[in-house]
């Protein structure tokens, strides 16, 4: 709760016979002077049979805890800066890492699917926001007390890998698939399909290839296998790049191939499935397409396998919510999954979020591919290191690791620019502007942090004197924000929305930036500068938290 909020509920407990809630308007009065806050009271007049004035003098006498003036109909109230500057700061360094933490979600479980890449294809961009998104989400969802469990959906199931062995029986170089596996995997696809146009029985062949598969036939399960795991070894060198833990689950799509008949049967015991052309579906009226289950010739679909996933997970965790980061153009989807998951009278199926988030664009443009290739979040993650080092070389030319400052600067620009929007909004991808130090970037807030580290060395552990300070805009300001962290953690748990955070952190920067830059730090007055590196190390504090939650490193020099 901010201190707007708690004035609110301290007022209504004295009106709450005559007035409701929403009728209490806090204002901020523009001249700081008058008031810190101030409650009009004419609105309250005619209901209470009392004049304004009269009403404010009766909050007045039986408001505790501030100070007060009644002034022509309104209540003038003022905060005692210094003891509620007291009360924030000192919480804040006792608690650390732990500031801003909620208890809400205790005893409660949250499942979360994010990345979820294809295997034998490379990582592309297109996956960066579900990864960054999820991540952070599942970081805020701990930090509301919730148990959560991450979980990776590979796509790693489908009749493309038919193919895909077809193609490396015929094709494949062993060699090249040792030293750059996707690459390799990739061209032997990619001649597949050059072939298969021409030749037609060719896509007969993968068909029969894939049943095989399905049927956990040995050689041909062995070769999925092995591609599998050169994808898992390469996506992982992007996970640790973007500094991203392992998931609880890598169980993917390939994963309930055994468990769709089971899904299929249910669906049929409860008189839900019909034949359609051939097909078997779920009607889900008329203002939605119907759900296909099973196709003509039996194969099975991704929506089947997703309710298979659903069931699945709520037997496995147990959650009382089950998000899925996935990008709107799966929107419909995930509507249809969860309309079969109620037709089948799963009650818990409301508590599934689909998290959808806009596209990544470059000039306007989708930025998923580039003339036909698919654009490799690896290289983009490269690119923005190299970028980064050039600023550093010719900034700070001295400093120690510049190769781990690099990544974390270059690294922590991609990621802060795409959490930075609200998730729903396409987000604009420029890598010279998301790597500036000024602007609401992720470098701006790194350079905040570390600026802010330097002053630290003046610290001393004394006891400040509050009752000899002033606390002026600037200190105040910056205070009162550090104090709504917990809400905002809050908020960004609610809304599903990293956005929210990553917003605050940047108000954070800029209102410390304000003070450092109308106040001298250290001036040369002991209680007055410790009082002000005590703000500074506050707000270190909740910018590393802030920054950490949100997947992205801090640095203590730069
Ligand atoms: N692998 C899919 C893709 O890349 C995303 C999976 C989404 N999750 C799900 N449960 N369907 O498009």
Redesign the pocket.
Known sequence: MNIKEQIKNDIYDILKEYIEMEEIIIEKPKDRKMADYALPCFTFAKKMHKSPNDIALMIKENLKGYQTDAINGYLNIFVDKKKLSKMILETIVEQQENYGNNSFGEGKVVAV?YS???IAKPFGIG?LRSTVIGNALKNVCLKNGYKVYSIN?L?DYGTQFGKLIYAYNHWGDEKALNDKPLDELKRIYVKFHEESSENPELDEEARRIFKQLEDGELEVTALWERFKDYSLKEFQKTYELLGISKFDSYDGESHYKDKMGAVVEELETKNLLEFDDGAQIVRLGDNMNPALIKRSDGGTLYLTR?IA?AIDRKQRFNFDESL?V?GNE?ILHFQQLKMVLDKMGYEWGKNIHHISFGMMLQDGKKMSTRQGKTVKLHDVLVEAIDLAKNYIEEKSPNLDNKDEISRKIGVGAVIFNDLKNYRTNDIEFNLEDILKFEGNTGPYIQYTYARINSLLDHKKNININYDNLVVNEYMWNIIFKLYEFSDIIYKTKINFDPSELAKYLIDVAQDFNKLYANEKIVDGEENNSQFKLLICEATSIVIKEGMNTLGIDVLEQM
């Open positions: 699917e979820s890449p294809n996956h959906y796509g997703d996933a899925y996935v799966q």
